[in-house]
């Protein structure tokens, strides 16, 4: 079974920046299109952002615009999302996941656990 690893989540004061890693090793990286997501305490999964497969397509949701970034390495099999003016808002669990395109009709076919970003003073 594939699993995403996801990492780099913490504890961050609002204005902070943190870098969220997303690995897989021994996955067939350049096959997939790499989207984040998140979930709020109390609220649904949202998409945040999505890396097409060979990097040289981006979006973002509206919220995160101009302050969040995604990359990816396909040498290292690694996608990035670095986050900065963090707001409290921002608070929630990021998952990273896998899928065949970033159009959002496609549907996911792997997803990390997880990792919990905290933003608060």
């Known amino acids: 079974q594939l699993q995403l690893v996801e990492s780099g989540g913490g504890l961050v004061q609002p204005g902070g920046s943190l870098r969220l890693s997303c690995a897989a090793p021994?996955?067939?990286?350049?096959?997939?299109?790499i989207g984040w997501f998140r979930q709020a305490p109390g609220k649904g999964r949202e998409g945040v952002s999505c890396?097409?497969?060979?990097?040289?397509?981006?979006n973002y949701a509206d919220s995160v615009k101009g302050r969040f970034t995604t990359s990816r390495d396909n040498a290292k099999n690694t996608v990035y999302l670095q986050m900065n003016s963090l707001k409290p808002e921002d608070t929630a669990v990021y998952y990273c996941?896998?899928?065949?395109?970033?159009?959002?009709?496609?549907?996911?076919?792997?997803w990390g656990k997880g990792t919990l970003v905290t933003v608060s003073s």
């Open positions: 021994g996955f067939t990286w350049n096959y997939y299109a």
């Open positions: 890396i097409s497969r060979s990097g040289g397509s981006t």
């Open positions: 996941a896998a899928k065949y395109s970033c159009a959002t009709t496609a549907t996911v076919d792997y």
